[in-house]
């Protein structure tokens, strides 16, 4: 794995914990209720640093010892869209930190022969151009279905700078390609993979995501 720093990529702290977390859900022996119980830590842990990212205003309270407290409060709306299938799996988590967040879909899927996505739907919040839009979907491989997931939020007038993507493994080329496109979206990943096999899947990757999380 890599910690070469890469410009607008958020990389997790690579510490043991979350190594250890890594670990489990990469080994091929893990059955799907512990992949999806260390899955949902992982992506409990993106969550957490993506809002780390969203502006703040100052905000004094009165704490009850009655003294003043400088803190700040979040400011602007956000959302979710999750790239249908795998990237449901991290709505839940995003839930858990933003009580009834809103939460858009596209429907997505990559080609199993060619690696090309098809776009089959798109279901979006009416403003989502005035919101902050969290972008969830576990794996980037070659880049192009976050790349075309992307495009439809710009047509839908929401700017670069508000598209926060969460993915848990992310490829160097996969990196590159979604960035000549969209470089001033930040990409909030907890790992950086070498490189895809002839099937265009990460190395070493964990596998078909949506399948262990869901059916296998
Ligand atoms: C997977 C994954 C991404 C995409 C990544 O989805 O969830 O959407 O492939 O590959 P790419 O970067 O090369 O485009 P897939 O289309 O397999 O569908 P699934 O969500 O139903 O598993
Ligand atoms: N989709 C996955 O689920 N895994 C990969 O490695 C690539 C695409
Ligand atoms: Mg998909």
Known sequence: MSTEPF????L??????????????RDQTTRRPDFIFYADRIIRLLVEEGLNHLPVTPKVVETSTNQKFDGVSFLGKICGVSIVRAGESMEQGLRECCRSVRIGKILIQRDEETA?????????????SERFVFLLDPMLATGGSAAMATEVLIKRGVKQERIFFLNLICSKEGIDLYHAKFPNVKIVTGAID???????????????????????
């Open 194 to 216: 070498s490189g895809l096999d002839e099937n265009r899947y990460l190395v070493p990757g964990l596998g078909d995501f949506g399948d262990r999380y869901y059916c296998i």
């Open 7 to 10: 410009k607008n990529v958020v």
């Open 116 to 128: 090309l996505p098809r776009l089959f739907f798109e279901k979006l919040p009416e403003d989502i």
């Open 12 to 25: 997790l702290p690579q510490t043991n914990q979350l190594l250890g977390l890594y670990t489990i859900i």
